[in-house]
């Protein structure tokens, strides 16, 4: 009845995944994209070491000597800086071309068919239709991203929370600095800065300004601005929207979502790449076994922490007395900010952090 078992819109890293994870289980896939490989998007790049777990539960493996290893998250604003390392493990920031080939080479071994600049131009009961062509499939994913026309056809887009930042991204011939990811923090904006190679570092500025440049706003981060050095960009700058969005449903009849098309965290919590690993693994789990709607209620429980997180960095980038005395709250209390790394990597169970939350509230509240 079918021409494959699962038709995947969107060849992006989440598509990718969701593919290697499924063929994993046995199912016959087939992913179509209207572009054509490496696919590239203004992200920080940063993989952060349960993003790393993440990949690896699935099958996927990302050599160390691809990107450059990074220890822990620095945070900067004004003259207050502290940073922790990660619990358990190094991050590794990897340039999205590179990740995007390294999965492309992991599916083509997987056996998936994969069908190039094919537009996905409609999806019904049991097909979806992509460079001209009916393709019929027993489950349909929409990995189309955060414009998700999946979402839009499988009647998916309401949802509860909605709140959209710009990024703009370009890479810099610099060698890094600090063994650390960096986000320096300032007025309405933030620098997010990713070593990616011994000799290149990534630098996104996210704001809720569509018009605001990296250039424009580098003279307030002299820190910043003094590391790179009058360096020379190695690529142009690249711009996308980052939101946190919430949907209602993932799910609906024999269509899913994973990925950015089925709800996003704002960029400057990095774990994007991580909720679609484990996405991923979720998804390919729930259609082995038949019942789509388990990974309805899973996919719920993966986006807690990264709601929590991005909750937590958007209050701080609204609210300027907030920031500054949370800043000053975790460089005097080191340990607070540990704790709050530890739980965003997964490796604090949320009901431990409670009590670094209270401690931190309390110094908030008391500076």
């Known amino acids: 009845m079918f021409d494959t078992d699962v038709f995947i819109a969107g060849g992006g890293p989440a598509g990718l995944a969701a593919a290697i994870a499924l063929r994993a289980r046995g199912l016959r ?4 994209d209207g572009n054509k490989p490496p696919i590239d998007k203004a992200c920080g790049e940063g993989l952060m070491p ?8 699935n099958g996927i493996e990302i050599p160390r000597e ?3 290893a990074f220890r822990g998250i620095r945070f900067m604003g004004g003259e207050t800086q502290v940073n922790a390392d990660f619990p358990d493990g190094e991050g590794l920031g990897l340039r999205r071309t590179v990740l995007h080939e390294m999965l492309l080479r992991q599916v083509e071994e997987a056996g998936v068919d994969l069908r190039w600049e094919a537009p996905i131009t409609g999806i019904d009961d049991g097909a979806a239709y992509a460079g001209g062509h ?4 027993r489950w349909i994913v929409g990995a189309d991203g955060s414009q998700s026309s999946v979402r839009r056809w499988a009647r998916l887009e309401g949802s509860v929370r909605n709140s959209q930042r710009i990024a703009f991204r370009r890479h810099y011939a610099a060698a890094p600095w600090t063994p650390f990811v960096e986000i320096h923090w300032g007025e309405g904006c933030q620098f997010y800065v990713t070593p990616v190679a011994a000799s290149e570092v990534c630098v996104v500025l996210i704001s809720r300004d569509p018009h605001l440049r990296i250039d424009d706003v580098l003279p307030q981060f002299p820190a910043l601005a003094e590391h790179l050095g009058g360096a020379r960009g190695t690529t142009p700058e690249r711009g996308s929207a980052t939101a946190t969005r919430k ?3 993932v799910v609906r009849g024999n269509v899913a979502l994973i990925g950015d098309a089925s709800g996003t965290v704002d960029a400057i919590t990095g774990e994007g790449l991580s909720l679609a690993f484990r996405q991923a693994e979720a998804l390919a789990g729930a259609l082995a076994a038949g019942d789509i709607g388990l990974y309805r209620s899973r996919h719920r429980r993966l986006g807690l922490r990264p709601a929590f997180m991005a909750d937590f960095m958007l209050t701080m980038d609204r609210a300027g007395w907030l920031r500054t005395r949370a800043l000053h709250a975790l460089a005097e209390q080191p340990r607070l900010f540990a704790n709050l790394l530890a739980m965003h990597v997964g490796k604090l169970p949320f009901t431990e952090f409670a009590w670094t939350g209270l401690s931190l509230g309390r110094r908030i509240l008391t500076a």
Request: charged share 20%; glycine share 4%; no cysteine.
């Open 50 to 57: 349960d993003a790393l777990a993440a990949a690896r539960a």
């Open 247 to 249: 949907l209602r449903s």
């Open 134 to 137: 009916r393709v019929a499939a």
């Open 66 to 68: 691809a990107g450059y």
């Open 29 to 32: 896939v087939v992913v179509a």
